[in-house]
């Protein structure tokens, strides 16, 4: 199944997943990466996601295949612009910055991308990206050149991704920024879940297994976690065992 029905489908279920990101620049030496994928293999991890606002290393295919080389789950490009498009890869998140007004990552950066993406055979999936302010400024808000929205004001950002299911973008991302000092709170999460009728996917700050429960209870379809695993790797184990027993409710 590919990566977007498989997502609708859990959506439609009350399902949730779980997604590991890797940034490769933060996997320089291969043993961080092995660790990685030997997480995802012992918690039955859904995705991993690959990508960053800003990869200075030039190894993403070298990433990407030694991913898949020892674990079967979708590798799904996050990426930051378009050079971070690895053919070698399940899919991609054609991300639009809604939260934003950059023209760049609304339109800009996909006319770039659209000819190469379609000589790939990566599944491209037009993805609602939201940011929201975690505390202080994030590296993607200062690398998209964006104003994340603020973290109280739950109908802007709710109206937001309303407005990107309706031009027909089929996820919604909120995300809070790799490593952000605060998390999406559970009232905004609630209220993007409650006015859209898609996927939401939700990522940013979340360190703790309290935090990633609370997320998904929240009605995030699915989380992201990447910065926490390096220094809490068991909270993998929590998290998964906790989706594994709500999936099979
Ligand atoms: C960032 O949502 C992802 O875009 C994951 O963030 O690294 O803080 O888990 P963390």
């Known amino acids: 199944m590919k990566v977007f029905e498989t997502l609708h489908s859990r959506f439609t279920n009350g ?12 996997v320089d030496d291969s043993n961080k990466l092995l660790h990685l994928i030997n997480l995802a293999n012992e918690n039955c991890i859904d995705f ?7 990869v200075t290393t030039t190894n993403l295919s070298e990433v990407v295949s030694q991913i898949k080389a020892n674990v079967s789950i979708p590798v799904v490009l996050f990426p930051g612009n378009t050079m971070q498009i690895e053919p070698s890869a399940d899919a991609l998140l054609f991300l639009s910055l809604i939260s934003g007004r950059n023209p760049e990552l609304l ?11 379609r000589n790939t055979s990566l599944e491209v999936i037009p993805t609602g990206y939201i940011l929201i302010n975690s505390g202080k400024i994030t590296s993607v808000a200062y690398i998209s050149n964006t104003m994340p929205i603020p973290d109280d004001k ?22 809070a920024g790799s490593g952000a000092e605060k998390e999406i709170s559970a009232k905004m999460i609630a209220s993007v879940r409650k006015t859209i009728n898609a996927p939401l996917i939700v990522g940013g700050g979340i360190n703790t297994a309290q935090k990633a429960i609370a997320a998904l209870e929240a009605g995030a379809d699915m989380i992201v976690i990447g910065n926490a695993l ?10 998964s065992e906790r989706i594994y027993e709500w999936n099979k409710a």
């Open 48 to 54: 991993f996601f690959v990508g960053g606002s800003l």
């Open 15 to 26: 399902k949730k997943s779980i997604a590991v990101l890797v940034d490769p620049d933060k």
């Open 107 to 117: 339109i800009g950066q996909h006319v770039m991308a659209a000819p190469i993406l």
């Open 230 to 239: 390096e220094k809490d790797p068991d909270l993998l184990t929590e998290v």
């Open 154 to 175: 739950y109908s802007l950002a709710a109206s937001t991704a309303l407005a990107g299911v309706m031009l027909g973008l089929k996820l919604i991302y909120l995300d």
